[in-house]
């Protein structure tokens, strides 16, 4: 148990709609990433937040975006969905920048139709 | 860029027998290095993490090697057991976020 949440576990969704996924970060931990995994492949890094802000983004486009509250617990949002969306996302959180170890949540299994 | 080799890509082995996942990358500017275990379709469970200045980690039955200048890391299981398995990856951790391997998936036969 890592104390890392994410919510909610699965969902479905119609093409074209819009999503939200949440993250509650271990306790104490200010940085929290996104990673977007397809069946059989490994993570693919989404961005990254540290302190509200954001620090670091991956090959995605903007309709995916993120938020960090002010209590370091984490949104990400996909509008305009896609088939190739479908995957399990990932959030990981740890303390500070630079290259501590990171924690995983338990993921959300995203299914576009 | 960061490119990750997991070798081999599945293995089944029998209950008892100690056993060696590679892991290969192609920038060896890195820091540290990250094992994760991931059962299917759950989140991921770090197992160990090993800075660039040492060469080894243990925990447990697990012991994770680390060849920065080869671009080489290995992880290794002695004495498996069926709980054992699972998807292995491994991740090394440069000026960038986590780069992942599609992972090692492992069967352990009782």
């Known amino acids: 148990e890592t104390g890392v949440t994410q919510s909610p576990t699965h969902l479905i969704k119609t093409r074209g709609q819009q999503v939200t996924l949440r993250c509650s970060s271990q306790?104490?931990?200010?940085?929290v990433s996104w990673y977007q995994q397809a069946l059989g492949q490994g993570p693919q890094f989404i961005f990254q937040?540290?302190?509200?802000?954001?620090?670091g983004r991956g090959n995605f486009p903007p309709r995916f975006s993120g938020l960090q509250f002010p209590n370091y617990s984490s949104e990400l949002n996909v509008n305009a969905l896609e088939l190739d969306d479908s995957a399990l996302y990932l959030c990981?959180?740890?303390?500070?920048?630079?290259?501590?170890?990171?924690?995983f949540g338990q993921g959300t299994r995203l299914t576009v139709v | 860029k960061q490119e990750v080799t997991q070798i081999p890509a599945a293995l089944s082995v029998p209950e008892g027998e100690n056993l060696v996942l590679n892991c290969s990358f192609t920038d060896s500017a890195i820091y540290n290095l990250q094992w994760f275990r991931q059962d299917p379709g759950k989140g991921l469970t770090s197992l160990l993490l090993?800075?660039?200045?040492?060469r080894e980690q243990t925990s447990g039955r697990l012991n994770a090697s680390l060849d920065k200048s080869s671009g080489r890391s290995t992880l290794y299981i002695a004495a498996s057991q069926p709980g054992d398995s699972a998807t292995y990856l491994c991740?090394?951790?440069?000026?960038?976020?986590?780069?992942f391997g599609k992972g090692t998936r492992l069967s352990v036969i009782a």
């Open positions: 937040y540290y302190r509200e802000e954001e620090n």
């Open positions: 306790s104490g931990h200010n940085t």
């Open positions: 990981a959180s740890s303390l500070g920048q630079g290259w501590p170890e990171a924690f």
């Open positions: 090993i800075q660039s200045s040492q």
């Open positions: 991740a090394p951790r440069g000026n960038t976020p986590l780069v």
